[in-house]
């Protein structure tokens, strides 16, 4: 007995220690996950800068998107660093440049399963999850969503299949409405409610559908009356200037099998693109008001981002990839606690996403990320070293486009057009100043009256090749655009 006592005494302390350390350390992770805030990110498909009615710079109607504006930070001046789904929604999710993940067109498998946001949040504590399309050849589960009900790529507007934690069922409805519904089940019922959570939600409008028509809802689509829609100034003038393959390619060619000759066609495709976006606007609104209902609105950042803009006959032309601004430049809207009400001006990019949610998490930067936090314009403060220009890489050939890397500045654009996916051999330049000339219907390649300004624009585009591509280890290589999807 004695000895046993004896034997027992330093034990005591001992384990007292281990559970005093213990119950330091779990209460202190759970509080910290606990405290993190929620976060959902709503990135539409195809959704170019000037289609929410907080751009002012059309007649469309998003009053649930101009909500979230109202209610947090628009920034006008966003853009994506590729201009098409799957590598778009890789520099989302991976924070990188597609020549540092490896998805630079829609094949290609992303070379940082391990490393993304998901993975990142899920770690921190966060449940995650995904509904609406999904693009990527990795499963959600690879890249960290413990959660998900999706589809692939391109579907129906109505009635889609979806893959429910592994399970195939067809929800009905308009398809955005049924990936908010998805989201709803999983607020309300699905989810842990004792942590921390990350929705990434995607919208598929207003995407083509899987027939190449916008086959919006009829109320919808009388909103916007054929004779109010103003067709695009550079409809039938654009290509002037332009890389001459673009006449003979699919970004024109294509546009021209739409009927884009005829203006009755091109005024169809606005209103039903337009339609198309009011009905996506209406699943968000209903999102925002599952949030709202179940109480966790203040304590959500939501960020909504368009995965890429889409050409409505601008330059004569239909789709995306192209480095004009109807392509790259899409809308960013961020609202939460602590999000100052106003509009930040300052060039954002998609691969902002990844160092600003760490922020707002209250995790640790990655010096590695090439993309700024927005926590700082968030709050309304100004930061003196803001980038100066973004950089946009589209080196593989896809929807007809030849390799072609761009800078644009908050006034000046250029892009070079290149002979192969290796980008060394130069073939066309294009100079565009955005400032007198937002349309870009005047390339100053040529007028010697802007010659200085064109050799700044090459420097920059060689200094921005240097710092976002050669670092990755991964050279432009040449893979072909297969001709699968839209
Ligand atoms: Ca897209």
Redesign the pocket.
């Known amino acids: 007995m004695l000895d046993m006592k004896i034997n027992d005494r330093p034990r005591f302390p001992l384990t007292f220690k281990i559970l005093l350390a213990l119950l330091a350390f779990y209460p202190a992770t759970r509080v910290l996950a606990e405290n993190r805030p929620n976060i959902v990110i709503v990135y539409t498909?195809?959704h170019r800068w000037d289609a929410v009615g907080a751009s002012r710079a059309s007649s469309i109607q998003t009053p649930n998107i101009d909500r979230l504006a109202e209610r947090g930070r628009y920034f006008p001046n966003s853009f994506v660093t590729l201009s098409?789904?799957a590598p778009?929604r890789a520099a989302l999710l991976t924070g990188h440049y597609g020549s540092a993940n490896g998805v630079m067109d829609m094949e290609s498998d992303l070379q940082m399963e391990d490393d993304t946001l998901g993975e990142r949040l899920k770690e921190a504590g966060y449940e995650t999850s995904v509904f609406g399309k999904w693009h990527l050849s990795s499963s959600p589960e690879r890249l960290g969503f413990s959660y998900a009900s999706y589809f692939y790529g391109l579907v129906p507007y109505w009635d889609v299949e979806f893959n429910r934690q592994g399970q195939t069922l067809t929800v009905p409805g308009f398809v955005d409405d049924a990936t908010t519904r998805e989201t709803a089940l999983y607020l309300e019922k699905e989810r842990n409610k004792e942590k921390p959570f990350f929705v990434f939600y995607n919208s598929f409008a207003p995407?083509m559908d899987n027939s190449f028509a916008w086959p919006a809802r009829p109320e919808s689509i009388a909103l916007y009356p054929k004779s109010n829609l103003p067709l695009p100034r550079t409809w039938k003038t654009g290509l002037n200037g332009k890389p001459p393959y673009i006449r003979q390619n699919r970004p024109h060619q294509r546009a021209l099998e739409y009927g884009y000759a005829e203006q009755e066609a091109v005024l169809d495709h606005i209103q039903g693109y337009y339609a198309s976006v009011t009905d996506m606007d209406r699943a968000v609104g209903e999102l925002v008001e599952v949030l709202e209902r179940q109480g966790l609105l203040e304590e959500t950042y939501i960020l909504l981002m368009g995965?890429?803009g889409w050409f409505n006959a601008e330059h004569g032309l239909t789709s995306k990839v192209l480095a004009y601004e109807e392509s790259i430049r899409v809308p960013l809207i961020v609202s939460g606690p602590g999000v100052k009400q106003g509009v930040s001006e300052e060039l954002a990019l998609n691969i902002d996403l990844m160092p600003t949610l760490l922020e707002l998490a209250g995790l640790p930067q990655d010096p590695e990320l090439p993309g700024r936090s927005l926590a700082p314009l968030l709050k309304g403060e100004s930061v003196a070293d803001w980038r100066e220009y973004i950089y946009y890489e589209a080196p593989h050939e896809q929807h007809g486009t030849q390799p072609l890397v761009a800078v644009r500045t908050a006034d000046w654009k250029y892009i070079g057009t290149y002979a192969e996916e290796t980008l060394d051999t130069l073939v066309f330049e294009e100079l565009y100043h955005l400032a007198s000339d937002r349309e870009e219907q005047r390339n100053l390649v040529g007028d010697p009256a802007w010659g200085e300004q064109l050799e700044e624009m090459r420097k920059l585009l060689q200094e921005a090749r240097e710092r976002y591509t050669k670092e990755s280890g991964l050279p432009y290589s040449a893979r072909k655009w297969s001709g699968k999807n839209l």
């Open positions: 498909d195809d098409i789904c778009s995407h995965d890429n």
